[in-house]
């Protein structure tokens, strides 16, 4: 009886450990040691949305989001690297679409998304390398188009490669 308990219980914890949510994630490595957390909610994005000036770009930008979480592990031990690495070797989501997964050597990059009624309500990006791990959230109601020229706008700026990302919703 006592094996068919313990069997039970290990059933039960690793069933509990699949259970593959973005806060699961956060709240297994934003308590590691040197691990940097930052979180905007709702209520401190309605603060700085209304001390932006009424005329600038940032307005129209900041009146889409409405919270975002950071998590970067590039301060942590190699073990916790290490250990998020394989993390997201295997995380898949639940109720996210795998937008782009890109892989280089030992970098990793899966940006995930979460679509309603032609708007993007959340982006998920995960990031990892020898180096540094990282997640982003970012929530609210953004349109694919203000994507793309911020995408044409980040081009122009940093002289990076354009690159149409949303075509599907062009």
């Known amino acids: 009886m006592k094996r068919f308990i313990i069997l039970f219980a290990?059933?039960?914890s690793?069933?509990?450990a699949s259970a593959q949510s973005?806060?699961?994630l956060f709240r297994q490595y934003r308590y590691e040691e040197k691990a940097n957390y930052m979180h905007i909610t709702r209520f401190a994005m309605s603060i700085v949305k209304a001390f932006a000036k009424t005329d600038s770009e940032d307005k129209e930008a900041l009146k889409a989001l409405s919270s975002f979480r950071v998590l970067s592990l590039e301060d942590c031990t190699s073990t916790v690297k290490q250990s998020f690495q394989k993390t997201l070797q295997t995380f898949r989501p639940t109720?996210?679409?795998?937008?782009?997964i890109a892989k280089k050597n030992d970098e990793i990059a899966y940006i995930y998304l979460k679509e309603k009624?032609?708007?993007i309500r959340e982006l998920l990006i995960l990031t990892t390398d020898n180096h540094d791990g990282a997640i982003v959230q970012i929530k609210g109601k953004l349109r694919p188009d203000d994507i793309d020229a911020?995408?044409?706008?980040?081009t122009k700026?940093?002289?990076?490669?354009?690159?149409?990302l949303w075509d599907k919703h062009a």
């Open 117 to 119: 009624d032609g708007f």
């Open 22 to 24: 973005i806060g699961t």
């Open 14 to 16: 690793a069933v509990g």
């Open 157 to 164: 700026n940093n002289k990076l490669k354009k690159c149409k």
């Open 95 to 100: 109720g996210y679409t795998p937008f782009i």
């Open 10 to 12: 290990l059933i039960i």
């Open 150 to 154: 911020a995408i044409e706008k980040g």
